[in-house]
């Protein structure tokens, strides 16, 4: 059971220490610079298919081999692209923000953004570092 | 071919009693897994996150079984068969939109919230209206899709069990209806979660075995394939070229793009694939969930794309359009010509368990959300005795049973798309939901104000759109049926000519979200801010599996 309310498990100061630390800093910029110009990039690529789907069908219908057109082809791009970025992401993720996540969650769960206080108090703490 | 008109004349086709037993066997094993799976449902984390405990392979099946609903088995195919090319849009808006959760929510939704999309979306802002706001766009959302299921069902049932006269019909919607309810009261989301999974396997390996029929007939050529549908389709119609249904005017190509953008958004504030990312353990088995997810959903839809195409070639868009159910009778009536009574059989049964299975989810869903977020935070300010949120969870899954009911008796008549259905309740999803979603977790001057402009404003702004447009009247009479394709027939009050509100909605709802932030006086909440960011990208603090 968990009580209804929020568990805190840490105190907001910490938070906010957590939060300016500079390898948080670097977590998320490592998260946007994948995330953020990715997103952009698959999207405007889903666009301009659909935009050319819609105003270039002549385009589109330029058979390209049998019955198989260009517009057949692109789709079936779409999911390939699709495919591609996931495995990138995975990539990216595995490689360059897990490992600061994870030594940062490390920390956050002994206490070791709490200014001024000493050895994690086991009662609070406790019950997170599980898992 | 000749078997088939006739027996589509008379309104059903195969065997009724061997598709009726195909699927009382899939009733009747998830019923059980659903009984064992109530053992274990104790917490309110049990009962809407399955104790945190389903495994990132598990979760990802499970998605693609929520996700992949008879509008992606019945209305994508059918569209295809139908449109051709035009149908296969759907397929990849719905599957390149599973990359904006991939990257920028899953993850850090899964870190921040408990149960409901309410909890992060509140979490940084004053929780009442703002929670309340968040519930009332999940049930809007909830109930279109719901809608959308049992539009289908209604189709199916007249297709494939031999019901006729409307009695009849809405007695089988009832028992579809009170499946479902058990599902949900007694499985709570682990027994839905199970159902899911065996859903998507069956219909994964359901359309496998079709993709693969009709290939090897073609000699496993694709070019082939495409010839047979393009000889076959309505006379005049390229079905290989884009532009088949929404290229005929200025204004259907704006709607075509509209849909496209509605669905690439709408996936990530989908309250009910939202809710499964709670029900992993870890950050890393959400994200684990949604590769497996987008691989499982890709492969399908490029089976649709097979079966569309297999439908056009073989059974013929004419024969497709006649047949009750219309177009999204394009799956089963390809079944039925490949393999005749017993892989239809299948492919019915395997239709209505994914009705059940994602109807079901719904509700889990949107009960859910009235329980967490409106009984328990904002009517009871969190003071619920224990399993008192759960047990209002449970009455309200038994409303929404109840209303899903009504709603699927009415859709009986209805002949609209599926997916066409379901394309509005993204086109909800995506304007009331996602940008709030995304201000909450990149915007750190977002505030209170912001997010109910943008969610409110996204929502009635999409709802009113879609009231006034032809989806609802207006729409000119079909010379085939006599009637027209929208809702209300014989009167017109419609002024918004899109039938997909998205492109006007989306936008709005961001820009919304940033004229109510940026003209509040209310500074953001600091504190909560650093708390939602670190907990967000670090994994700190969220609920881990709860032990049995």
Redesign the interface.
Known sequence: ??P??E?R??T?EE??Q??DSPE?VE??RR?RR??FP??VA??SW??L???L???A?DL??TRV?????L??LL??G??LT??V??HL??AH?NRQ??PI?DE??GR??HHEYARGTEAPDSSVGGG?T?? | MADLVTAADSGTIGEPAVNISIFAVFVAITLVITFRASRTNKSAADYYAAGRNISGTQNGLAIAGDYLSAASFLGIAGAIAVFGYDGFLYSIGFLVAWLVALLLVAELMRNTARFTMADVLAFRMRQGPVRTAAAISTLAVSLFYLLAQMSGAGGLVTLLLGVTGEAAQALVVVLVGALMIIYVLVGGMRGTTYVQIIKASLLIAGALVMTLWVLALYGFNLSALLGASVDNAVAGRDVLAPGAQYGATDTSKLDFVSLGLALVLGTAGLPHVLMRFYTVPTAKDARRSVVWAIWLIGIFYLFSLVIGYGAGALVGPDTILAAPGAVNSAAPLLAFELGGTILLGIIAGVAFATILAVVAGLTITASASFAHDVYASVIKKGKVPPNGEVKVARITAVVIGAISIGLGILALQAGLNIAFLVALAFAVAASANLPTILYTLFWKRFTTQGALWSMYGGLIACITLIIFSPVVSGAPIVEATGKSTSLIQGVDFSWFPLNNPGLVSIPLSFFLGWLGTILSKEKPDEAKWAELEVRAFTGIGAEKAVQH
Do not use: C, H, W
């Open positions: 059971m968990t209804p309310d568990r498990l840490l907001p938070y906010r957590a939060q948080f977590l998320k998260f994948f995330a990715m997103t698959f999207l889903y666009l298919y659909v935009l789907s819609t105003y069908p589109m219908s081999f049998g019955n198989v057109n517009g057949l789709g079936l779409q999911f699709t495919f970025i996931t992401y995975v993720a923000t897990d996540a940062m969650r956050l769960e997170a599980r898992g």
